[in-house]
């Protein structure tokens, strides 16, 4: 695909804006999108001289309210920038719509692999499956020691009620996005609205942490940089180890989702990595199912709207998407209530 054929990029305008505002950056530019990306649209740009970043841009419509704030994102790298918790060099950041027809941002291009699947998983070495894993925990124990204030994140949120905020904003989500009734998904969050627990702490929350969202070095297994900060916010930190988990499979159970890279000799238990955060911070885990409960709530949600985009023709090609985040919905709803039956016992 040519350049000009590329949705979502006006390579005239945004070639111009990268040599006025990224440093050392000259074009000719070539875009590419880079496949993966179910939310915001990604491309790898490449300079005249060769050298690459990345460009992200939210979708080409039907945004919901609050969603796809490439500002938002683009202060959170640069905020995080030095702090211990690897993120991509943040570049530049265009919020003139006239340039490129909506805001984006750009950041350097981080070499890695993604570990998006069992396949990709599997790629790497024994060793580097547990560095990778280890390291996976302990930059999240970073983020959630850092004093947002200290990075000049202190206004990014409330800090307190975060799961009562959660479950408004995405059952909110739900209704203005979703293709058909699915009872089951109102029932989750009637019962996680009646059985939240207390917050007991408060900091940076990531909201999409995962493997899937790291490159890693397929080498050594340690990890070069977080991506992905579209849904991070301020609240109940414990949040992201329960979203953690819905991507995290036994090695001698059932793989619990397809685009999670665990579940094979080398990685952790579940039970592994929550004792790993726990004995790091001192938090007490013993709710961590409810917030795994929750996390697969509110990714049905995510997924809902992500499978409208598509179908409103937003998206591109889904590749079939549509059709399988039919069942994704309903499965991850199911989940969450046999995870809150399970707290029930």
């Given at each position: 695909m040519s350049t000009d054929e590329i949705p979502g990029i006006d390579p005239v305008r945004v070639g111009a804006w990268l040599d006025a505002n990224v440093a050392d950056s000259a074009g000719p530019y070539r875009f590419d999108l880079i496949a993966g990306g179910r939310s915001n649209l990604t491309f790898r740009v490449t300079a005249g001289d060769g050298a690459t970043f990345v460009l992200r841009r939210p979708p080409l419509g039907h945004v919901l309210a609050t969603a796809h704030?490439?500002?938002?994102?683009?202060?959170?790298?640069?905020a995080l920038q030095g702090s211990g918790v690897p993120v991509a060099p943040a570049l530049g950041m265009c919020a003139d719509e006239a340039v490129n027809g909506a805001p984006f941002y750009?950041?350097?291009?981080?070499?890695?692999?993604?570990?998006?699947?069992?396949?990709?998983?599997?790629?790497?070495?024994?060793?580097?499956?547990?560095?990778?894993?280890?390291?996976?925990?302990?930059?999240?124990?970073?983020?959630?020691s850092i004093d947002p204030a200290s990075v000049g994140l202190g206004e990014l949120g409330k800090r307190d009620g975060y799961l009562a905020r959660q479950l408004r904003r995405w059952s909110t989500q739900w209704a203005n996005s979703k293709t058909r009734e699915l009872p089951i998904v109102d029932e989750v969050h009637r019962r996680l609205e009646e059985n939240q627990p207390a917050q007991s702490t408060s900091g940076i929350v990531h909201g999409d942490y995962r493997l899937g969202n790291c490159l890693t070095d397929p080498a050594t297994g340690h990890l070069r940089a977080v991506l992905?900060?579209?849904?991070?916010?301020?609240?109940?930190?414990?949040?992201?180890?329960g979203y953690l988990l819905?991507?995290?499979s036994d090695p001698t159970g059932p793989q619990l989702a397809e685009n999670d890279p665990s579940g094979q000799p080398g990685y952790p238990s579940r039970a592994e990595m929550v004792e790993?955060?726990?004995?790091?911070?001192?938090?007490?885990?013993?709710?961590?199912r409810y917030y795994e409960a929750f996390s697969c709530w509110r990714l049905a949600c995510i997924a809902e709207g992500v499978r409208a985009r598509y179908q409103a023709g937003v998206m591109g090609d889904d590749g079939g998407y549509a059709v399988t985040a039919e069942d994704r919905v309903a499965l991850l709803a199911q989940r969450s209530i046999d995870l809150l039956d399970s707290i029930a016992r």
């Amino acid at each position: 695909m040519s350049t000009d054929e590329i949705p979502g990029i006006d390579p005239v305008r945004v070639g111009a804006w990268l040599d006025a505002n990224v440093a050392d950056s000259a074009g000719p530019y070539r875009f590419d999108l880079i496949a993966g990306g179910r939310s915001n649209l990604t491309f790898r740009v490449t300079a005249g001289d060769g050298a690459t970043f990345v460009l992200r841009r939210p979708p080409l419509g039907h945004v919901l309210a609050t969603a796809h704030d490439m500002g938002r994102e683009f202060r959170i790298i640069s905020a995080l920038q030095g702090s211990g918790v690897p993120v991509a060099p943040a570049l530049g950041m265009c919020a003139d719509e006239a340039v490129n027809g909506a805001p984006f941002y750009v950041m350097g291009y981080v070499d890695g692999k993604v570990l998006d699947s069992p396949v990709a998983g599997a790629s790497i070495s024994m060793e580097a499956r547990a560095t990778a894993s280890q390291e996976l925990v302990d930059v999240l124990v970073r983020l959630h020691s850092i004093d947002p204030a200290s990075v000049g994140l202190g206004e990014l949120g409330k800090r307190d009620g975060y799961l009562a905020r959660q479950l408004r904003r995405w059952s909110t989500q739900w209704a203005n996005s979703k293709t058909r009734e699915l009872p089951i998904v109102d029932e989750v969050h009637r019962r996680l609205e009646e059985n939240q627990p207390a917050q007991s702490t408060s900091g940076i929350v990531h909201g999409d942490y995962r493997l899937g969202n790291c490159l890693t070095d397929p080498a050594t297994g340690h990890l070069r940089a977080v991506l992905d900060w579209e849904l991070c916010t301020l609240g109940d930190v414990l949040a992201d180890v329960g979203y953690l988990l819905v991507y995290w499979s036994d090695p001698t159970g059932p793989q619990l989702a397809e685009n999670d890279p665990s579940g094979q000799p080398g990685y952790p238990s579940r039970a592994e990595m929550v004792e790993r955060y726990a004995r790091a911070t001192g938090r007490d885990v013993a709710e961590i199912r409810y917030y795994e409960a929750f996390s697969c709530w509110r990714l049905a949600c995510i997924a809902e709207g992500v499978r409208a985009r598509y179908q409103a023709g937003v998206m591109g090609d889904d590749g079939g998407y549509a059709v399988t985040a039919e069942d994704r919905v309903a499965l991850l709803a199911q989940r969450s209530i046999d995870l809150l039956d399970s707290i029930a016992r």
